[in-house]
């Protein structure tokens, strides 16, 4: 049991200094590591997928309210597009856990594959869009809020890897893109996470200390560190060669997609 636990305050640790190193969240890396840790443990196939993605939301909670207030005192969050995204937001994070409520856990696991390896050609090619030639309305932030809300509550991920260039292609400052993102951050995540506990309240194959899909010993291994080492991270990212780390990152959640792809459909 305690090497259990040192292995979720390291990973809280690692996902903290990700989060800090290159602005996105550590779900990214939460996600493929606790499946690993709950294969290991010998949780049951049919929901530790389910029960990796709803503990990496759980976690979000934390650490985006602590990113959000740091960049309010900045001034750097605009409210005025959160509102509409975040009320998007809300539906489709109930919507995206519903969704892989009906899929299998080895699917899911080939969804988040697909995504992980997306963002790791995304990340090595540092692509990211241009500037539209339109403002966006606020029907067009209620919808695609909908939409990312749905998208990160299946890959149990804050948004960011998707909210950011989103708001980039709306002609919003990358600051301000960066910072209302991790704002949005917050939505997905509490929705997500409660969504997630009252879909899988007294499911019979989650182990004791389980809230519905949430996993607490987890939960609390990851918070206890990952807000305090995402410092860490932000003040590395000054001093380390950001764009070798990111080919790093990528080339680790390359590995994460094929091990995913490879094990389910093979």
Known sequence: ?????????????????VAGLFGIGGGLLIVPVLILCFELQGMS????????????LATIVATSISSTLAHHR???????????????????????VKTAGQMKGEWLQIAIGCFAIA??????????????????TKGAFVFSGGLIGWLSSIFGIGGGTLTVPYLTW?????????????????????????TNI???WGHAEMPAWSAGYIYLPAFLGIVLTSTLFAKVGAKLAHSLPAPVLKRVFSVFLLCVGLRFLLTNLL
């Not at 259990?4 to 390291?10: A, F, H, R």
């Not at 959160?82 to 919507?95: R, S």
Request: glycine content about 12%.
């Open 119 to 136: 963002v790791a050609f995304q990340m090595s090619l540092n692509l990211k869009p241009s500037a539209g030639e339109k403002d966006i």
């Open 74 to 96: 900045k001034g750097a969050v605009r409210w005025d597009i959160f509102k509409p995204l975040a009320l998007g937001i809300l539906v489709g994070a109930v919507l995206g």
């Open 1 to 17: 049991m305690l090497i259990t636990i040192v292995t979720y305050l390291v990973l809280g640790a690692a996902a903290g200094v």
């Open 45 to 56: 196939a049919e929901v530790l997928t389910h029960a990796a993605v709803a503990t990496s």
């Open 198 to 200: 009252w879909e899988g």
């Open 170 to 194: 709306g002609r919003v400052q990358m600051q301000q893109a960066v910072a209302t993102s991790a704002a949005c951050g917050l939505p997905i995540a509490v929705m997500g996470a409660l």
